[in-house]
């Protein structure tokens, strides 16, 4: 979920297209997915004109995927992910992107792909501004 201010502005959900052998690797394709959307959505803000930091962030709740993107050590354990996933290290070298620790519970995207006890997702929901504008009962 990508938010401008403490608005959310793009969302997305998918199912990766490749197995991953860890939550590492999950999270760090993941996040290599969402590095691409959100270098497109700093372009289509400069297109109009609207100013933005040079640095993007993206939250992320895995530290594991954070410090193999941080840190291009390849050892047994990250050897065998597809270098097209590296694009994320890539744009974390350049300074294009700061990858920053968030824990689970204050991830927003988990009301997109978590199933979530009522209380929670009303909770997540408020705290991105979203209401009901009609109700419907």
Not at 88 to 108: G, I, P, S, Y
Request: hydrophobic share 40%.
């Amino acid at each position: 979920m990508f938010m401008l201010g403490n608005a959310p502005i793009s969302w997305c959900s998918k199912k990766q297209e490749v197995v991953a052998l860890s939550s590492c690797e999950a999270e760090y394709i993941s996040t290599a997915f969402g590095a691409s959307q959100v270098l497109w959505l700093g372009m289509l803000l400069e297109e109009l004109n609207i100013k933005c930091s040079n640095v993007m962030k993206l939250r992320i709740d895995n530290k594991s995927a954070i410090d193999l993107a941080k840190h291009p050590i390849a050892h047994g354990r990250s050897k065998h992910i597809k270098v097209k996933y590296h694009f994320l290290r890539d744009q974390v070298n350049k300074n294009k992107l700061a990858l920053e620790h968030c824990r689970t519970e204050e991830q927003f995207a988990n009301m997109l792909t978590k199933a979530l006890k009522p209380k929670r997702l009303e909770e997540m929901k408020n705290k991105i501004g979203m209401h009901k504008l009609i109700d419907l009962n």
